[in-house]
């Protein structure tokens, strides 16, 4: 694999000396230079990324859109790669390529194994890394994994960061997720303007590990709105108050929210694509919540609730199903139907 777009690492370095100030003043002169423009473009690190999912592809397009000179892992899925290429990325075959032609390495897989595969596997991200190098796992991923393998990189001189996002693809389309960062401070505002062309909220939450530890939390709160949600439409429905009249109270109120909106958007309209957060995610992530509370010596009640309600969703199947059709089998469970219609068609999971 040819990346002749590259540039030698040692004028790379010289360029960097010339990069404008940092601060207001230096995002005027990029401005005026033009964020595509060749001899801002040539000064900036070559990113790599792993993980052209439902979030990844859009984070990648962001990165490579602003300016950054990209290489990506290409996958069966054609779409995303094709698309990537005609914005003038290039593909490699294995992670060990894209680490070898990166300075800074994204993942956004589903989690920690899938990592740990990506970084250690045969032709892995290790194979290729250099010394100064940063990889950035931006997946949802067990704490416990993520210091392991900060202390396995570390050996190597590279550094290991989280970057876990928020929100859903059609932010990550638009360039304006959010993103909660554990990574040293220096490594940090080395990565602040990358993450920025993806990112609309940055939260440095703190040192490696805390990002994904933050996440974990964040998602707890969520899936938890998510199972009191449709607990409750499946109790309104048995009491006789449908979907429709429950919402009147709830939504403008003081109860609304923006997850409970596009969570609702499948109860209410039959929109699969409202929240297009899985399921099986969700199950996952709140296995690796039990875990850290586990490891933390602390009751988690709660949490094991929530992950319960997912579960039996998620043993019910199919694969393709998202976190607001909980409602549908919360509700089947207790002997009520919440399936929605469309147009006058009900709908299927």
Known sequence: MAFHNRLPTAIRENLFQHRPPAGRAGADHQQRQGRNDMTTTAARENIGFIGLGLMGHGIAKNIVDKGYPLTFLGRKNRK?????IGRGA??????????????????????SREVEAII????????GLRKGSVVVDCSTSDPVSTMALAAELEALGVDYVDAPLSRTPKEAWEGTLDAMVGAPDAVFARLKP???????RIVHIGGTGDGHRMKL?????SLGYAAIYSEAL?????VGISPPRFDSVIRNGRMDCGF???FMRWTLDGDRDAHKFSVANAFKDLTYLESMAGAAGIANPLG????????TAFAAGPAEQYVPMLATHIGKLNGVDLMPSKDGVKQKI
């Not at 250690?120 to 194979?127: A, D, F, I, M, Q």
């Not at 990358?194 to 609309?200: F, L, M, P, R, Y």
């Not at 094991?304 to 579960?311: D, E």
């Open 80 to 84: 995303p790669a094709e698309d990537l």
């Open 120 to 127: 250690r596997g045969p032709s892995g991200l290790k194979e």
């Open 304 to 311: 094991n609730a929530t992950k319960n309600s997912f579960a």
């Open 260 to 262: 409970y909106q596009t």
């Open 234 to 238: 499946a109790l309104a429905e048995k």
């Open 217 to 221: 939390l964040n998602n707890f709160i």
């Open 194 to 200: 990358v993450i920025e062309t993806w990112a609309g």
């Open 90 to 111: 290039e593909e490699a075959s294995t992670s060990r390529e894209v680490a070898a032609a990166s300075d800074i390495v994204f993942i956004c897989v589903t989690g």
